[in-house]
């Protein structure tokens, strides 16, 4: 299991992170000015942040309704048992699937949520019943569907590793 302790970071540090969370398109040259350091200093802390893993990657963040994908599900899933077998054959199974954007091990009633993206009730009802259904294990699934996306972000809090 991955550490929870924080990185040491320093406040020029963290104000990189902060803009490179909001663009991560953005030029060395221009993250250096808007964080107040010049840019060599600037370009050697992303580069040791990417080598230390604090930084994993950049991506593009897609409008999932401009790719008519406008059903966002929650899924809770209960399983049999919770043996780590049991456990490995799910997260297996939902690992290939590229509808399910996200899935979590959790406390409480379900021992699993997922957050699932797809076109419409037709394709989920589809997943459902080929998919989620047939994984060996399952004993319960509850589904919730989102109607509106109240917020959405992909910036973690950094405020907390300031002094």
Not at 16 to 24: H, P, T
Not at 63 to 84: C, E, I, M, T, Y
Not at 125 to 142: E, F, K, S, W, Y
Request: charged share 25%.
């Amino acid at each position: 299991m991955p550490s929870a302790e924080p990185a040491a970071l320093d406040t020029w540090s963290l104000r990189i992170l902060d803009v490179l969370q909001q663009d991560a398109e953005i030029s060395t040259a221009e993250l250096a000015e808007r964080v107040g350091l010049s840019a060599s200093p600037c370009w050697r802390r992303v580069a040791e942040m990417k080598a230390r893993g604090i930084i994993r990657g950049s991506v593009a963040l897609v409008d999932p309704l401009k790719l008519g994908l406008a059903v966002n599900v929650f899924v809770h899933v209960s399983l049999r048992q919770q043996d780590k077998a049991t456990l490995e054959v799910f997260t297996r199974a939902v690992e290939r699937r590229p509808e399910v954007m996200e899935c979590y091990l959790m406390s409480g009633e379900a021992d699993f949520m997922l957050r699932v993206v797809i076109r419409d009730l037709i394709e989920y009802q589809a997943l459902l019943q080929d998919c989620l259904t047939q994984i060996p294990g399952v004993a319960n699934i509850r589904s919730s569907f989102a109607l509106s996306q109240v917020k959405y972000t992909t910036a973690l809090p950094t405020d907390h590793l300031r002094d």
